[in-house]
């Protein structure tokens, strides 16, 4: 093939017919002519023939409105399979235009007097039944046909679809190549094809005196609409006391999943360490419904999807002392048919120190006791060791000892629970930061970068466990090897 022809490069302007061979054959015959837009095509064609033909030999375009651009709307599928049936909506859905819908101004008038049609037109259902916002479409065609057999319509190939809807979004797909490597298409044919294209925008770079005046016209534009916003919410705020924090917290027990018995329910309470308060009508424990579990894999999960709020407040006294977090314990039980109950687990969360969404799964414990008595009470009775203080969890607020000791206390493990929880923050000494910029100074004023915090509690645990390992370590040696490895 002579390798001039296999190379094209055409300039397309905005809804720019670039007729093919196949309409340059089609529209030359006049009896294929019949609308109004064929007779239009038919009188550019014999000028292009008598101005010495056209010039672009395997790129054309289809406009607006050509009948193809109609097809490609109408004949659009919902799914990939090959053979898809369209439902009833698609076929319904098939005529509505997009690009034809002209609103009336009446309309918009009508519908505030007007809430409710009680008897919608034809005409009306179909304007109403989507959002519908205007498109105008046009698609830039290559014809791949073999050299010298141009014009045949199983060859046509859409390269690229320009839509500018009413709000004057242009969408270009493919995207322009830019730095990206061209566009291959490849043909199912004897000899494989491959073709190679790339789509650049050709259109005159703005100046910088009417790009400045666009920045400037966007900027005064989200200026208007930020003093509407703030307009709307308004600058009457409850803000906390200086030195205090407020924490809100909107959470959710998500489910509770991986129990023995069936038809779950969380009792769950909020413990306030020293510093910490909240209001006297505040709850700060609860209970969930009593929900059934369903096979989900290998677990039996409870979905309770359980909301609650809490509201505290951090009163900073000393500057020097990290501030503990509130900790919120929960006990899992189950209850049966014949009323009878049992404990399935314990657990606890201590609140994220830091803003925003957190999804958390708790494993759970039990206690048991040794033998076979306890477990057929269990089955046959209900009712299971319990814990009489659900501080004993964690470390008890009350303990005051320095080593607190369990051994002999046997437990099992159980189920996990999943919470969701949305922690919101709100301090004076926030504002006063991201205004003055000025170094944090106080332990509340670091509140307001709590990754720092959660790092350096991170730090300081594991250097308190490494510390306990080595003494541990230290204890378990032999004294003598201790003593010559001293000297």
């Known amino acids: 093939r002579p390798p001039e022809d296999e190379e094209e490069e055409a300039e397309v302007g905005w809804q720019e ?183 650049e925008n050709a259109s005159a770079q703005v100046q910088p005196e009417e790009d400045e005046r666009e920045q400037r016209m966007f900027r005064d534009l989200y200026g208007r609409h930020r003093d509407y916003l703030s307009g709307l919410v308004g600058s009457d705020f409850e803000m906390p006391l200086p030195g205090t924090l407020r924490l809100f917290m909107n959470g959710e027990i998500v489910s509770a999943q991986g129990y023995e018995y069936d038809n779950l329910y969380v009792h769950f309470f909020l413990e306030l360490p020293n510093q910490w308060s909240s209001s006297p009508f505040q709850q700060l424990s609860g209970v969930t419904q009593t929900c059934g579990t369903k096979t989900v894999g290998w677990d039996n999960v409870a979905y309770f999807c359980y909301p609650f709020t809490m509201e505290m407040f951090y009163t900073q006294e000393d500057e020097d002392s990290l501030p503990q977090w509130p900790v919120l314990y929960f006990e899992v039980l189950s209850l049966d048919f014949w009323q009878r109950y049992r404990v399935e687990g314990y657990g606890s969360l201590v609140l ?30 209900g009712g299971s060791p319990e814990l009489e203080d659900l501080t004993y969890i964690r470390i008890p607020s009350t303990f005051k000892g320095k080593h607190l000791s369990r051994f002999g206390f046997r437990t099992e493990t159980t189920g996990s629970v999943t919470f969701r929880l949305y922690c919101l923050q709100q301090s004076k000494a926030f504002l006063e930061n991201s205004a003055l910029r000025q170094r944090m100074q106080s332990v509340l004023d670091r509140l307001g970068g709590f990754s720092q915090q959660s790092s350096v509690y991170n730090v300081l645990e594991a250097f308190q466990r490494a510390r306990r390992r080595m003494q541990e370590a230290r204890e378990s040696l032999p004294q003598d090897l201790i003593n010559t490895s001293a000297s």
């Open 17 to 199: 017919k670039l007729f093919s061979q196949f309409e340059v054959d089609l529209y030359l015959n006049e009896s294929a002519c019949q609308t109004p837009l064929d007779w239009q095509y038919h009188e550019e064609i014999q000028k292009l023939e008598k101005a010495g033909g056209r010039k672009n030999c395997r790129i054309f375009t289809y406009t607006d409105h050509d009948r193809f651009t109609n097809l490609e709307e109408l004949c659009q599928k919902v799914t990939d399979l090959d053979h898809e049936v369209p439902s009833y909506l698609v076929e319904r859905m098939a005529n509505v235009r997009r690009r034809r819908q002209d609103r009336r101004p009446v309309e918009a008038s009508s519908l505030k007097t007007k809430i409710i049609t009680w008897e919608p037109s034809e005409e009306f259902i179909k304007n109403n039944h989507v959002i519908n916002t205007p498109v105008q479409t046009m698609y830039i065609m290559g014809d791949l046909g073999p050299y010298g057999k141009l014009g045949h319509r199983e060859y046509e190939n859409v390269l690229c679809t320009i839509k500018v809807d009413g709000n004057g979004v242009i969408t270009v797909k493919p995207d322009f190549t830019g730095t990206k490597g061209a566009y291959r298409i490849e043909l199912d044919g004897e000899k494989r094809e491959v073709w190679e294209y790339t789509i």
């Open 352 to 381: 994220p120190a830091s803003p925003g969404v957190h999804m958390l799964t708790i494993p759970t414990w039990r206690p048991v006791e040794l033998g076979t008595v306890a477990e057929m009470r269990r089955f046959f009775i």
